[in-house]
C-alpha cells in the first residue's frame, strides 16, 4: 500500500521561497501523477496543480503560474513543490496525493494523501 | 473554467439520519465527480469516485449519484465518525481539478 509522507512545518517571510517534499513508499512511484493541494486556515480545498511522475509533465492552476515549479526526483520517489514570492495569504496545509486512473474507466481521482505541511507566511 | 457548488454549506442531523449533499457543475462534466470527506486536522479521503463508485475500504451507507451537472452524495444511518465536511471534485478538466466549497456536517 503506497503512503505519502511530507516534509516539516515551515515559516517564512514574505517574498521567500519555499520547496514541499512528498517521499512514496510501498508503489511503483512512476505509474501515477501527484497532485498537490493546499487548504488556508479555515478554508476549502484548492487545487494547485499536478506532475506526471512518468515524463514529469505538469499542469499547474492559472493562479500560481510563474510562481509554482513542481517537479519529482524517481531515483528517490520524491515530489516537490516550490512556490515564490510568498505572501500572506500563502499560508495554508500543503497536501500532496496520488493521482490514479480508478476503476474500468479509467476516473482520475486523488486516493492517497500525504499527512499535510503548513506553511506560515509571516514577517 | 467550471463553477462549482454545493448545497447545503452546512447542516446538522443526528446518529441514523439520512443525509443528501448536492453538488452542481457550471458544464456537464458526465460522470467525473468524486467526493472526499475530511475531519479537522486530517487530510482528505477519497469516498466515491466517477460519480458513483464507491473507493475501495469505504462503508456501503456512502453512495453517489447523478451525471451531467447535478450530483449527490448520500450517506444512509448517519454514524458518529460521518461528522466531517465533505467536498466535491471534478476531474473533467485536466487543466483544473476544481473542488467545490464543502458541506460541513454538524452533530444535531
Known amino acids: 500500500q503506497v503512503q505519502l509522507v511530507q516534509s516539516g512545518a515551515e515559516v517564512k517571510k514574505p517574498g521567500a521561497s519555499v520547496k514541499v517534499s512528498c517521499k512514496a513508499s510501498?508503489?511503483?512511484?512512476?505509474?501515477?501523477?501527484i497532485t498537490w493541494v493546499r487548504q488556508a486556515p479555515g478554508q476549502g480545498l484548492e487545487w494547485m496543480g499536478w506532475?506526471?511522475?512518468?515524463?514529469?509533465?505538469?499542469n499547474y492552476a492559472q493562479k500560481l503560474q510563474g510562481r509554482v515549479t513542481m517537479t519529482t526526483d524517481t531515483s528517490t520517489s520524491t515530489a516537490y513543490m516550490e512556490l515564490r514570492s510568498l505572501r500572506s495569504d500563502d499560508t495554508a496545509v500543503y497536501y500532496c496525493?496520488?493521482?490514479?486512473?480508478?476503476?474500468?474507466?479509467?476516473?482520475?481521482?486523488?486516493?492517497?494523501w500525504g499527512q499535510g505541511t503548513t506553511v506560515t507566511v509571516s514577517s | 473554467d467550471i463553477q462549482m457548488t454545493q448545497s447545503p454549506s452546512s447542516l446538522s442531523a443526528s446518529v441514523g439520519d439520512r443525509v443528501t449533499i448536492s453538488c452542481r457543475t457550471s458544464?456537464?462534466?458526465?460522470?467525473?465527480l468524486n467526493w472526499y470527506q475530511q475531519k479537522p486536522g486530517k487530510a482528505p479521503k477519497l469516498l466515491i469516485y466517477g460519480a458513483f463508485n464507491l473507493q475501495s475500504g469505504v462503508p456501503s451507507r456512502f453512495s453517489g449519484s447523478g451525471s451531467g451537472t447535478d450530483f449527490t452524495l448520500t450517506i444512509t444511518s448517519l454514524q458518529p465518525e460521518d461528522f466531517a465536511t465533505y467536498y466535491c471534485q471534478q476531474s473533467y478538466s485536466t487543466l483544473l481539478f476544481t473542488f467545490g466549497p464543502g458541506t460541513k456536517v454538524n452533530i444535531k
Open positions: 458544464q456537464s462534466i458526465s460522470t467525473y
Open positions: 496525493a496520488r493521482k490514479a486512473s480508478l476503476g474500468k474507466f479509467g476516473q482520475d481521482a486523488m486516493d492517497v
Open positions: 510501498g508503489d511503483t512511484f512512476m505509474s501515477y501523477g
Open positions: 506532475i506526471s511522475a512518468h515524463n514529469g509533465n505538469t
